[in-house]
């Protein structure tokens, strides 16, 4: 079993430097007039990620498990259970709190920024909220849509090939859940991750998708023959 959990780590390392160095090339050569800054941000994580398959060939990080650890949920039987609860439920809503009363628009704040608007986008404090999508043209309507279904699906990506089986490794034995399984699976599929990552947005950006595929249109030759008869 562990013997190929590491050659699944090895193929994952061959084909993330792959996909990752294509994504790079097309991010340098398609996107320097279309992405503006936004391409910078994409092209960390792909370096991010195959530094990471490096330390992942490397360190070759597997999981053995020999025995259950005890339930350290006895001391919190019965009502007592819910207090596990209250820490995350704090948090939440200090987090809440703080987006509702911090990040709220106020007159300091247009104060602060009237100077760097106005010199830079001409734009009032006062008066500029945000940009409408009614002001958009069809084409930077189209770009956000790709890069909202791209970041989407890259969002859920590492959700599910990394932090649901690593975080099952930590939470399921608290329940004396047989984990056994997960051990190999969690070695896996995150090796298998930085390799996978950068297909979503090859192939979810029309732009790079049109520049990987060759597409084959339809099209009406016309031709002219002379019938001759003897």
């Known amino acids: 079993m562990y013997h190929s959990i590491h050659i699944i780590q090895f193929i ?42 490096y330390v992942d060939l490397l360190a070759e990080p597997l999981v053995l498990i020999e025995e259950q650890i005890p339930n350290v949920l006895v001391r919190l039987e019965g009502p007592k259970l819910s207090l596990i609860f209250i820490p995350p439920f704090l948090l939440s809503v200090t987090w809440f709190l703080f987006c509702l009363f911090g990040l709220e628009m106020s007159s ?30 069809h084409r930077t309507k189209e770009l956000n849509r790709q890069l909202f279904i791209t970041l989407s699906l890259q969002t859920l990506l590492p959700f599910l090939l990394m932090y649901i089986p690593v975080g099952l490794l930590f939470f399921l034995p608290l329940f004396e859940a047989n984990i056994g399984f997960l051990g190999p699976t969690a070695a896996a599929s995150t090796a298998s991750y930085p390799a996978i990552e950068p297909l979503i947005a090859i192939f979810c950006i029309t732009t790079f998708r049109k520049s990987l595929i060759c597409y084959k249109r339809d099209g009406k030759v016309s031709s002219t023959a002379a019938i001759s008869t003897a």
């Open 108 to 137: 300091e704040k247009q104060q602060i920024l009237k100077i760097p608007l106005e010199e830079k986008y001409a734009e009032d404090s006062f008066r500029a909220t945000f940009v409408s999508e009614g002001s958009m043209s």
């Open 12 to 53: 994952s390392f061959l084909v993330s430097q792959f996909t990752n160095a294509v994504l790079l090339y097309l991010i340098y050569t398609k996107t320097q007039k279309t992405f503006g800054q936004y391409r910078y941000l994409m092209a960390a994580f792909s370096i991010y990620a195959i530094i990471y398959n």
